[in-house]
């Protein structure tokens, strides 16, 4: 019988050694109950093994195959709830790698997205000062400038256009170029226009209406350009 005890403190002894070992690998508190209890179950049969016979009165005794079965089974138990918090420590583990990875990850996408944003916001600046640019050579030249589509829709025109045809740009904007013309030159316009839609250049002399004035003979250079905005 007291060999049948022998192994069954061993068994116990078995259980709490293993569950000290992974309660300081996997640091869990529970581990760390489940330790407890089983210092709890093995207290007993040391204590009866050490005090022998005459401690029987003050001991909770596990004699014979019994103790050794329950031994077993409380065992079983410790390596099947360790096994349980062991795996779900491991998955708690995974996923706050996981989420690590997934912050890593979101941080570097905001990084580009302010790195592309900022260089979207530069490149519209650069744009704007280079329309303000384009618009102020535009209006502060001294030659007339037009614009218009190959279709004769009017675009833009510049100060010196708008004072040399004696038209406001609103007006000049509602009309065609070859409605700027004077009516004996309207074919000029429209052949004009698909020799620059074909060659992509052309230079005509043509007569313009001036608003309130006498129609003037001028000398027209266009040339095809691709507007963008």
């Known amino acids: 019988m007291a ?5 069954s403190l061993a068994i116990r002894l078995f259980a709490l050694a293993w569950s000290l070992i992974l309660t300081w690998r996997i640091r869990d508190w529970r581990i760390g109950f489940i330790s407890g209890i089983v210092v709890l179950t093995a207290a007993p049969p040391i204590y009866h093994l050490i005090a022998g016979a005459n401690a029987a009165a ?3 005794q596990n004699p014979g195959i019994v103790g050794v079965a329950g031994s077993l089974f409380i065992l079983f138990v410790v390596v099947m709830f ?3 918090i062991q795996d779900q ?3 708690e583990k995974a996923l706050r790698q996981t989420n690590d990875r997934l912050e890593r990850a979101r941080a570097e996408l905001e990084t580009r997205v302010q790195d592309r944003t900022a260089s979207l916001r530069k490149s519209n600046e650069e744009l704007r000062s280079s329309e303000e640019h384009y618009k102020s050579l535009f209006d502060q030249s001294n030659e007339a400038l037009l614009l218009y589509t190959l279709d004769g829709r009017m675009i833009d025109a510049n100060a010196r256009a708008l004072r040399l045809l004696g038209l406001p740009r609103s007006e000049i904007l509602a009309l065609t170029f070859p409605q700027l013309l004077s009516p004996e030159a309207q074919n000029d316009a429209e052949a004009s226009i698909q020799k620059l839609a074909s060659a992509g250049s052309c230079t005509f002399e043509t007569i313009l209406g001036r608003k309130g004035g006498e129609p003037f003979r ?3 250079s266009a040339s095809r350009s691709v507007l963008t905005g």
């Open 3 to 7: 060999i049948l005890n022998i192994i």
């Open 58 to 60: 003050f001991t909770i």
């Open 82 to 84: 360790q096994r349980a």
């Open 89 to 91: 420590a491991e998955t």
């Open 218 to 220: 001028a000398e027209v």
